[in-house]
């Protein structure tokens, strides 16, 4: 890697300070809008409470302070990495998100690979086949899976694949009558992982597949691929080395969005298939206004989601090296 | 144990008699013949999501109840008729003047850490728990002054007058025993125990892995000889209700406690292969109902709510919206609770006309679009049948001229609209009337009560001749004199009505027709599972 490419990479991190923390105030102030608190979801919860009691419980959260001194607190708690106290949970937030988040990263990588690779695959198979049954075949299956709301697919597909055949399980992430070790733990994880990662990813798959094929045709009448023919290279040589890696940029693109569509995604996903992950665990929050916790989510989300921007920028760089780099002083 | 098998047994053959569920084809599914108790085997259930601790001492949230029943046990459970049959407690007697309650504690229990369970154990939750830290308990013990434990199995409460509710309210669910050698002189809202309770009930605590399930397993040194039958219990949390119903048509799952919902249960009426049960929510007796705000305008007027229940088909609400689960209700105290329930109040029947003139004479002339009052109606995203209930009341509302805008908004603002906001004109909930109307319906009407936290007098009726019946039948020793006074209260609250009582509602517990229970108990909701066995596929 070049000295220009390595301060490149360390320029976009240094950015992604500032906007980590512009994204934690506004979140603290946005969910401030929020109507009830959490002592009102838990008295709600346990069926009654005193005001006398609910007031001790604000008090001793710090609910009762004015909201810059709870900004103000946020703020400096968050500079020292501490995400706080989940007053429902009763557990700290970091602690319960760390808990969360290998579920969540397994679910996301899976459906990303899924996703991409088959998009991929498909987007190549109909580009080569244009205009045949196959590549009508496959507009059709794009269609239909990107139109397909994203828990109905999940629902049916438990439906099929569970109660009507019973080949996998329903939900969770392992079998928790069998405790497997080794291989078979593995294998098990993975038996669990095809729908929620199958679900999570038809939408992007269907958008990777267009974006392939599309791609792909215009290269096909571009100079350097005739060229490329022209001087014998074979057709699957053309079609994966000089083709498709032009055609992987506007899908690197796609791939940092999706990134980030994948978090808010996850939530469906992860309520239908019972799947241990962030995304339960924010709309739980969310619901009982659990507002250290939600903010803790948000704000690791937040990190991950730009630094894999930050990934994608690099990998743009990697795939063409043509790509300026953005920001480079003349 | 024979005597409480037989206690449980006498009390189960009277509710079969009585049960006249107006279910088709499901009541009768009790009387199929009970195989002997086989034992071994897990038994995976759900709940309708996680739950926050799991220590139901001082948080009486449902789902917690659900799961630490299991481990953390109480000194009663109730039959199917709501009495009290021994738990950790072997037997109690109350004084004649109502003043003093003895409990004799079972001998030989274990908390499973391998130390002795004793009075200390009651005495140390009642006074530093239950009386400080529960929702309820702080209400239900209020009366309580000092308690004895002359021996390390007797506890006797000293009271300052008597408190005859306390016996609705002392099983696991309501009043469970903690260890004291665990939480004396730690911060117990935040002792480690809570995530990891350490119980005398049947089954021992093994793992909590959030967001996914609890483990239990079978305490081998339970008091009670031969059980648990279980070999463990997995809870599993699973947030989707159509995936729950899959899980268990699937048969990963054995057991879905109140959380299929009622449209999806007619893919469980086969009892071959499955059983659904509905009698485990007896203790919390719960309502359905809609609740005015009576400090606006017109909804002040009495007449304007009698017409409102006039106008409201209960019959067929109930068919409608909860397709037969559930009845309609006939006032404060739902007919569940048998000894305190009168049916012979002022009944509201269906009466469009009726309703009608009700308005007219309060003034609430048609105007020319047809409508006389428009109003909001709120109510929390709990449950699909909430929902589907506030447009029906919506539509026959309408019918009679009171135009009805819903609202629908999450727990946390629809509590505080409600309850601290008081912002609001008509609102729905579904509220746990408990087995003594002091310590469930209470709450609802009393002048006392009308204070911002949720499940109070929201509606902020107040009437001094209630307040006076309801203070007085709280403090009453003689059940007969009580009884008297609920039948008054039951005739003040008819005929003000600030709250309209729609449905009495069933919790419905779905199985597989393989999971039995030899003692069938009204809190069974929250029973420790002791006697639950699952017969071989």
Same mark, same amino acid.
């Given at each position: 890697m070049t000295s220009e490419t390595l301060s490149f990479i360390w320029r976009r991190l240094l950015q992604v300070i500032p906007v980590v923390i512009g994204i934690a105030c506004l979140n603290f102030l946005i969910l401030q809008l929020a109507p009830g608190d959490v002592v009102d979801v838990l008295a709600g919860d346990a069926g009654g409470s005193s005001p006398e009691y609910m007031a001790e419980l604000r008090r001793s959260f710090g609910l009762d302070q004015a909201v810059y001194i709870q900004f103000y607190r946020y703020l400096s708690n968050l500079v020292q990495f501490n995400l706080g106290f989940s007053f429902r949970q009763n557990m700290p937030v970091l602690e319960l998100v760390m808990g969360r988040l290998p579920a969540t990263i397994l679910l996301m990588v899976a459906a990303l690979v899924i996703a991409l690779g088959v998009g991929c695959a498909l987007g190549v198979l109909a580009a080569s086949r244009v205009r045949t049954a196959v590549d009508n075949l496959i507009s059709v299956f794009v269609l239909l899976s990107h139109a397909m709301p994203t828990f109905w697919f999940g629902l049916m597909a438990i439906v099929l694949f569970s109660a009507k055949l019973g080949w996998l399980p329903s939900g969770g992430m392992i079998s928790l009558d069998k405790q497997y070790t080794g291989w078979a733990h593995i294998r098990d994880v993975a038996a669990h992982l095809i729908l929620p990662a199958l679900t999570l990813s038809t939408f992007y798959l269907a958008v990777y597949t267009r974006l392939t094929r599309a791609a792909m045709l215009e290269l096909y009448g571009a100079d350097f691929v005739r060229t490329a023919r022209a001087k014998g290279a074979s057709e699957s040589r053309v079609v994966l080395v000089h083709a498709l890696r032009n055609a992987l940029l506007p899908m690197v693109t796609m791939l940092g969005l999706q990134v980030a569509a994948m978090l808010s995604g996850a939530v469906l996903v992860e309520s239908v298939f019972g799947w241990p992950g962030l995304g339960r665990l924010a709309f739980e929050a969310i619901i009982a206004r659990d507002l250290n916790l939600l903010l803790g989510i948000l704000f690791l989300s937040a990190i991950l989601v730009t630094l894999i921007n930050v990934l994608v920028d690099i990998v743009y760089r990697l795939l063409d090296p043509r790509v300026e780099l953005g920001n480079r002083q003349t | 144990m024979k005597r409480r098998d037989l206690l449980v047994g006498a009390g189960n053959l009277g509710i079969l008699a009585a049960m006249g569920m107006g279910v088709p084809g499901i009541s009768g599914a009790q009387a199929l013949p009970q195989p002997a108790p086989v034992k071994g085997g897990i038994l995976n259930m759900t709940i309708p999501s996680e739950p926050t601790t799991l220590v139901s001492a001082f948080n009486s949230t449902m789902q917690i109840g659900m799961v630490s029943s299991k481990i953390l046990e109480g000194l009663v459970t109730y039959d199917g008729g709501l009495n009290p049959v021994p738990a950790l407690a072997k037997s109690w007697t109350v004084s004649p003047d109502g003043l003093t309650i003895r409990f004799v504690l079972r001998e030989n229990v274990k908390w499973h850490d391998g130390k002795d369970f004793t009075s200390a154990d009651v005495e140390f939750t009642l006074l530093k728990?239950?009386?400080?830290?529960h929702p309820f308990g702080r209400a239900v013990y209020a009366n309580v002054n000092k308690v004895d434990t002359? $021996?390390?199995?007797t506890v006797i409460l000293h009271l300052s007058a008597p408190a005859q509710y306390i016996f609705s309210y002392i099983n696991t669910y309501g009043s469970q025993i903690l260890p004291k050698h665990i939480y $004396?002189?730690?911060?117990i809202l935040t002792n480690p125990a809570n995530a990891a309770p350490i119980g005398t009930g049947p089954f021992v605590f093994k793992e909590w892995q959030r967001g996914s399930h609890v483990r239990l397993e079978r305490n081998a040194n339970y008091w009670d000889p031969g059980r648990p039958y279980l070999d463990g219990i997995v809870i599993r949390f699973i947030p989707d209700a159509a995936a729950r119903t899959v899980a268990l048509e699937a048969g990963e799952i054995q057991l879905a406690v109140t959380s299929i919902p009622i449209p999806n249960l007619t893919r469980f009426a086969d009892r071959k292969k499955y059983k659904i049960n509905l009698d485990e929510g007896k203790f919390l007796s719960s309502i359905f109902l809609l609740q005015f705000n009576v400090r606006r305008p017109n909804l002040s007027d009495k007449r304007v709510r009698q017409a409102a229940l006039h106008a409201i088909d209960r019959e067929a609400l109930v068919r409608l919206v909860w397709r037969g689960y559930g009845k309609p209700a006939t006032g404060p105290i739902p007919s569940s609770v048998k000894k305190y329930y009168n049916g012979q109040t002022k009944q509201y029947p269906y009466d469009p006309k009726k309703a009608e003139q009700l308005l007219d004479a309060a003034g609430l002339k048609r105007g020319a679009d047809g409508i006389r009052l428009k109003v909001t109606l709120d109510y929390g995203a709990s449950s699909l049948e909430e929902e589907r209930a506030c447009q029906f009341i919506k539509q026959y509302l309408g019918k009679v001229g009171i135009q009805i805008e819903l609202r629908s908004s999450d727990a946390a603002t629809y509590l505080r609209r409600i309850f601290t906001d008081v912002d609001y004109d008509l609102m729905v909930s579904s509220l746990h009337m408990l087995p003594d109307p002091t310590l469930g319906v209470q709450r609802l009407y009393w002048t006392k009560n009308i204070v911002k936290a949720p499940w109070t007098n929201g509606s902020g009726y107040s009437n001094p001749t209630l307040d006076r019946i309801m203070e007085a039948a709280g403090k009453e020793a003689d059940d007969g004199k009580r009884k008297e006074l609920f039948r008054q209260w039951q005739e003040i609250a008819q005929e003000d009505l600030p709250i309209l009582d729609l449905v009495e509602l069933t919790w419905v517990n779905v199985s597989t027709a393989r999971m039995h229970k030899v003692n069938p108990q009204g809190d069974g909701l929250f029973a420790s599972f002791s006697d639950v066995f699952l017969t071989p596929p």
């Open positions: - | 728990v239950w009386k400080v830290l002359p $021996d390390r199995h $004396d002189g730690t911060d």
